[in-house]
């Protein structure tokens, strides 16, 4: 039997949108419970209710032993539960539980990428066209499979600058393995004199300016009243969308206000929005000024995304491999609809 580890983060909402699909009912992912009796708190990565029965769900993105089972079904008993699916790419063995248990095999279609990024059509604005030709951004990509010992396994740019879509579909295409597609391609919000260097800690680097950037996570925004749910018709939570677009208007009505004309959105491809300022270039004084304002204007963004140039977000125009979804240009933000996105599976 071959070990295979996925990207946990990938895995797990990649199997969350499968098993709501199969129940044809929605999820409540990363619950937090707490035991009434110790004050101990667990983490759940999913709750489904079927016919008015809940199922804890546990998900791993490796290969379980019987050990680890074991382990899982304790952990689960001692916070009171009778059931629990366990999703896994494969178990060594199966175990018997006074708790009812069922044991879900699952494997990421990675073959849907790898057809997306063989066909991938890349479209952006003039004005992101024009960041791209700089040759100045640094790329990055998530692979879908990982080492047994690590995390997540991210593989760097290998040409030195890409400045077209032709040397980004290369990239993909034809230095990325076959077997291990990539479920994010990241680029730097700055630009930089050596593109290919901000992968590696331990050189310096040299910014050579950053746009305006704004990251709206509509899960940041809502997680503190209640938990995502993925719903089996999107696959992706609705809440997420629906206060990220809210938010996401507030943003440009306030930019807008200071004046920026040079506005760019793109939908994330999951759970949110990212906008783009190309009017000018702003110091770090000038952002936190802005940041501050938007704090009193209870405008949520992610602040880390605006104020260190080092950050990297999801590229416009690839496919968010958590979702299906790809991320794509928002012309008119009042008109977004869900239903106008391109959904691979």
């Given at each position: 039997m071959?070990?295979?580890?996925y990207d946990?983060?990938?895995?797990?909402?990649?199997?969350?949108?499968?098993?709501a699909?199969?129940?044809k009912t929605?999820?409540?992912?990363?619950v937090?419970?707490?035991?009434?009796?110790s004050?101990?708190?667990?983490?759940i990565d999913?709750?489904?209710?079927?016919?008015e029965k809940e199922w804890p769900i546990e998900?791993?993105?490796?290969p379980?032993?019987e050990t680890?089972?074991?382990?899982?079904?304790?952990?689960?008993?001692?916070?009171?539960?009778?059931?629990?699916?366990?999703v896994?790419?494969?178990?060594?063995?199966?175990?018997?539980?006074?708790i009812?248990?069922e044991?879900?095999?699952?494997h990421?279609?990675l073959?849907l990428?790898?057809?997306?990024?063989?066909n991938?059509?890349?479209?952006?604005?003039?004005r992101l066209?024009?960041?791209?030709?700089?040759?100045?951004?640094?790329?990055?990509?998530?692979l879908?499979?990982?080492?047994?010992n690590s995390i997540?396994?991210?593989?760097?740019?290998?040409?030195?600058?890409?400045?077209?879509?032709?040397?980004?579909?290369k990239?993909?295409?034809?230095r990325?393995?076959?077997n291990?597609?990539?479920?994010?391609?990241y680029w730097?919000?700055a630009r930089?004199?050596?593109?290919?260097?901000l992968?590696?800690?331990?050189?310096k680097?040299?910014c050579?300016?950053?746009p305006l950037?704004?990251?709206?996570?509509?899960?940041l925004?809502?997680k503190a009243l209640?938990?995502?749910i993925i719903?089996?018709?999107?696959?992706?939570?609705n809440?997420?969308i629906?206060?990220?677009?809210?938010?996401t208007k507030r943003l440009?009505k306030?930019?807008?206000?200071?004046?920026?004309?040079?506005?760019?959105?793109?939908?994330?491809?999951?759970?949110g929005?990212?906008?783009?300022?190309?009017d000018k270039?702003?110091?770090?004084?000038?952002r936190?000024?802005?940041?501050?304002?938007?704090r009193?204007?209870k405008?949520?963004?992610?602040?880390?995304i605006?104020?260190?140039?080092k950050?990297?977000?999801?590229?416009?125009?690839s496919?968010?491999?958590?979702?299906?979804?790809q991320?794509?240009i928002?012309?008119?933000?009042?008109?977004?609809s869900?239903?106008?996105?391109?959904k691979?599976?």
């Amino acid at each position: 039997m071959e070990e295979i580890y996925y990207d946990p983060n990938f895995y797990e909402f990649r199997a969350l949108v499968e098993i709501a699909k199969m129940f044809k009912t929605p999820i409540q992912i990363n619950v937090n419970l707490k035991d009434p009796s110790s004050k101990e708190q667990i983490e759940i990565d999913g709750l489904i209710n079927i016919k008015e029965k809940e199922w804890p769900i546990e998900i791993k993105s490796y290969p379980l032993s019987e050990t680890q089972i074991k382990l899982i079904i304790d952990k689960y008993k001692h916070f009171g539960f009778k059931r629990l699916k366990i999703v896994a790419p494969n178990f060594v063995d199966k175990i018997k539980s006074e708790i009812d248990i069922e044991y879900i095999e699952f494997h990421p279609n990675l073959s849907l990428i790898r057809e997306f990024y063989k066909n991938w059509k890349i479209h952006l604005s003039p004005r992101l066209e024009e960041e791209l030709y700089t040759g100045k951004h640094h790329f990055r990509y998530k692979l879908a499979k990982r080492a047994k010992n690590s995390i997540a396994r991210f593989i760097n740019q290998t040409d030195k600058c890409i400045k077209t879509e032709k040397d980004l579909i290369k990239e993909i295409n034809y230095r990325i393995p076959l077997n291990n597609p990539p479920v994010r391609i990241y680029w730097s919000t700055a630009r930089w004199l050596s593109p290919k260097d901000l992968y590696f800690k331990n050189l310096k680097q040299y910014c050579l300016g950053q746009p305006l950037v704004f990251d709206i996570d509509g899960s940041l925004i809502h997680k503190a009243l209640f938990s995502c749910i993925i719903s089996p018709k999107t696959g992706l939570c609705n809440y997420c969308i629906e206060f990220a677009l809210l938010h996401t208007k507030r943003l440009i009505k306030f930019l807008k206000n200071l004046g920026f004309r040079e506005i760019e959105i793109v939908f994330s491809g999951r759970q949110g929005f990212h906008v783009y300022v190309f009017d000018k270039l702003l110091g770090i004084a000038q952002r936190v000024r802005i940041i501050k304002e938007l704090r009193k204007r209870k405008i949520k963004i992610d602040e880390l995304i605006t104020l260190d140039k080092k950050s990297i977000i999801t590229f416009p125009s690839s496919l968010h491999g958590y979702s299906m979804y790809q991320t794509k240009i928002i012309k008119k933000i009042d008109n977004f609809s869900l239903n106008d996105l391109e959904k691979i599976c």
